[in-house]
RNA sequence: GGUCCCUUCGUCUAGCGGUCUAGGACGUCGCCCUUUCACGGCGAAAACACGGGUUCGAUUCCCGUAGGGAUCACCA
């Protein structure tokens, strides 16, 4: 090939979401396109039609967008190209790389049962191989006339030199016999057509690499390089599928609250590894990605260590753009739009916020205490923390930071100290009712910084509400 | 079952014949920081599946065994 370009392709079928797995394909064949400074172009594999559907399709596109894989040229659908499917079909058939069968599927099953019942290798036996007394008026489908003596050999990138007999594989299906082409004939005409030269794919289509090569060859047609990737598993070692923890990238973003750079680097090091580095950027990866270095054994899909990644780069991401997306879980949550002030006290607490966070729900959650009209709720452990607290100890708090010249954070944890030291109670004491009173949880940022930003009278009046709970 | 592929801590991986008393990360546990929870820092436990070779020397090369995976449609 030498100084031809690169051309990739990610190929799925819109029969589901795009999920994880798929999303890594289309990683690495983004990334790979583009440390070559070659084409990533998309196909949307849709000839099956009674699976493919519209909603499929866009959430393919949208999770590919939201993933920033930018593909080049126009999306390939491949149904639209039925016509010149068939016409390579024809043209096999034509050059005798191909003939026509006409055995029916009852009888084919009858041949496989026999097979079965034999323990033989379930394949076609090749009943209309050599046959010209073809039948009038009855439906046939056409097969390749792929070889038998010898094998072939694929130097695929990732998996390395494999080897297979042509003895094992048997004369595949190219149209159907409603003049539809099969998969196996439209990857291999679609390919060639959009001048992919590297297939990366997922290893459950290694073997069928080796048949697609059989059609390439017969059409004389210049042969891609292969790559093919291990599957992800799930926790437990089974395949990950869609009913088995496979969950669509749309669903990591709008359910898990994942950041779409985080579930990029985490899919680019499940598999693959550079060194000890473990936060990849998009042009470190461009720049180190290489197809020798995937492992060939499945990896194991670790949510924990996703969330962890995600958490990693919810804290470098810029604040505001983590006040917009959480923005609708937080409405939800109140029950109410928000508006400007809101932002902007959500905006001032992200520094702290999203220190506490490993998802965008969670940040969400962790947010809304400040939002919130009194009397605000109180949780398990806040209630605990009221009903312990020393008696008389949050009143006096609330005379001496009425008292407060200059409302901010320094001068009430000033405050607070004093109290704890003049009444003899630790800074936790005094610290831990006042948490409970303020933000309804015993756990949030900093106090005192808390306090600050809800402000004098919200800050009192949530202590007052507190006062009134406890002599309830 | 046939064919093909794979096998380093619980998980993701580094390692590409000697640097390995096997490194990093997540998770777990402990300590520090500290008004809570986090963040951050420090530390601990934790792996070369097994058996043969090849070699002066194997985690690294070869062959078996075991285990795991993929695939065997007029589905993609």
């Given at each position: 090939?030498?100084?031809?370009?690169?051309?990739?392709?990610?190929?799925?079928?819109?029969?589901?979401?795009?999920?994880?797995?798929g999303?890594?394909?289309?990683?690495?064949?983004?990334?790979f396109?583009?440390?070559?400074?070659?084409?990533?172009?998309?196909?949307?594999?849709?000839?099956d039609?009674?699976?493919?559907?519209?909603?499929?399709?866009?959430?393919?596109?949208?999770?590919?967008?939201?993933?920033?894989?930018?593909?080049?040229?126009?999306?390939?659908?491949?149904?639209a190209?039925?016509a010149?499917h068939?016409?390579?079909?024809?043209?096999?058939?034509?050059?005798?790389?191909?003939?026509?069968?006409?055995?029916?599927a009852?009888?084919?099953?009858?041949?496989?049962?026999?097979?079965?019942a034999?323990?033989?290798?379930?394949?076609?036996?090749?009943?209309?191989?050599?046959?010209?007394?073809?039948?009038?008026?009855?439906?046939?489908?056409?097969?390749?006339k792929?070889?038998?003596?010898?094998?072939?050999?694929?130097?695929?990138l990732?998996?390395?030199?494999?080897?297979?007999?042509?003895?094992?594989?048997?004369?595949?299906?190219?149209?159907?016999?409603?003049?539809?082409?099969?998969?196996?004939?439209?990857?291999?005409?679609?390919?060639?057509d959009?001048?992919?030269?590297h297939?990366?794919?997922?290893?459950?289509?290694?073997?069928?690499?080796?048949?697609?090569?059989?059609?390439?060859?017969?059409?004389?047609?210049?042969?891609?390089?292969?790559?093919?990737?291990?599957?992800?598993?799930?926790?437990?070692?089974?395949?990950?599928?869609?009913?088995?923890?496979?969950?669509?990238?749309?669903?990591?973003?709008?359910?898990?609250?994942?950041?779409?750079?985080?579930?990029?680097?985490?899919?680019?090091?499940?598999?693959?590894?550079?060194?000890?580095?473990?936060?990849?950027?998009?042009?470190?990866?461009?720049?180190?990605?290489?197809?020798a270095?995937?492992g060939?054994?499945?990896?194991?899909?670790?949510?924990?260590?996703?969330?962890?990644?995600?958490?990693?780069?919810?804290?470098?991401?810029?604040?505001?753009r983590?006040?917009a997306?959480?923005?609708?879980?937080?409405?939800?949550?109140l029950?109410?739009?928000?508006?400007?002030?809101?932002?902007?006290?959500?905006?001032?607490s992200?520094?702290?916020?999203?220190?506490?966070?490993?998802?965008?729900?969670?940040?969400?959650?962790?947010?809304?205490?400040?939002?919130?009209?009194?009397?605000?709720?109180?949780?398990?452990?806040?209630?605990?923390?009221?009903?312990?607290?020393?008696?008389?100890?949050?009143?006096?708090?609330?005379?001496?930071?009425?008292?407060?010249?200059?409302?901010?954070?320094?001068?009430?944890?000033?405050?607070?100290?004093?109290?704890?030291?003049?009444?003899?109670?630790?800074?936790?004491q005094?610290?831990?009712?006042?948490?409970?009173?303020?933000?309804?949880?015993?756990?949030?940022?900093?106090?005192?910084?808390?306090?600050?930003?809800?402000g004098?009278?919200?800050?009192?009046?949530?202590?007052?509400?507190?006062?009134?709970?406890?002599?309830?």
């Amino acid at each position: 090939m030498g100084a031809s370009k690169v051309v990739t392709r990610f190929a799925p079928s819109p029969t589901g979401y795009l999920h994880i797995g798929g999303a890594r394909t289309a990683l690495f064949n983004y990334l790979f396109a583009r440390a070559h400074g070659g084409e990533f172009r998309l196909r949307i594999e849709d000839t099956d039609r009674a699976r493919s559907t519209e909603p499929a399709i866009a959430a393919i596109l949208d999770g590919l967008g939201w993933l920033d894989f930018e593909w080049d040229s126009d999306v390939v659908y491949q149904f639209a190209r039925a016509a010149r499917h068939a016409e390579v079909a024809h043209q096999l058939l034509a050059n005798g790389h191909a003939y026509r069968c006409y055995a029916t599927a009852a009888e084919l099953e009858e041949m496989r049962a026999a097979q079965r019942a034999a323990k033989q290798p379930l394949r076609y036996d090749g009943r209309w191989r050599d046959r010209s007394d073809w039948p009038n008026d009855l439906p046939y489908v056409i097969r390749l006339k792929a070889p038998q003596e010898g094998s072939v050999t694929i130097d695929d990138l990732v998996q390395g030199s494999v080897t297979v007999a042509n003895a094992e594989l048997d004369d595949m299906v190219l149209l159907r016999s409603d003049g539809t082409p099969t998969y196996m004939l439209a990857v291999v005409v679609d390919d060639h057509d959009m001048g992919v030269t590297h297939v990366i794919r997922g290893d459950d289509h290694l073997n069928n690499a080796f048949r697609q090569l059989a059609l390439i060859r017969a059409m004389q047609w210049p042969e891609p390089l292969y790559a093919h990737i291990p599957l992800i598993h799930g926790s437990d070692g089974a395949k990950l599928s869609k009913r088995h923890g496979a969950l669509g990238v749309n669903e990591y973003r709008d359910q898990l609250g994942m950041l779409p750079e985080a579930v990029e680097n985490y899919l680019l090091r499940l598999g693959w590894g550079h060194g000890d580095d473990e936060f990849i950027s998009r042009a470190q990866a461009i720049a180190w990605f290489d197809l020798a270095g995937v492992g060939r054994g499945p990896a194991r899909f670790d949510m924990k260590k996703l969330e962890n990644i995600n958490g990693h780069y919810i804290r470098a991401a810029d604040d505001a753009r983590l006040v917009a997306l959480i923005d609708s879980r937080v409405a939800q949550a109140l029950g109410r739009d928000l508006n400007d002030t809101d932002r902007a006290i959500l905006q001032r607490s992200m520094p702290e916020l999203k220190k506490r966070a490993n998802n965008i729900n969670d940040l969400a959650t962790g947010s809304v205490f400040y939002l919130r009209s009194r009397p605000i709720p109180m949780d398990d452990g806040a209630s605990k923390l009221l009903a312990s607290a020393a008696p008389g100890m949050l009143a006096s708090a609330r005379a001496l930071f009425a008292a407060i010249p200059d409302w901010t954070a320094i001068q009430l944890e000033e405050q607070a100290r004093a109290l704890a030291e003049t009444s003899a109670l630790k800074l936790g004491q005094v610290a831990q009712p006042l948490r409970a009173a303020v933000t309804g949880s015993s756990q949030s940022p900093g106090l005192f910084e808390v306090m600050e930003t809800l402000g004098r009278d919200e800050t009192l009046g949530r202590i007052d509400d507190a006062l009134a709970l406890i002599e309830a």
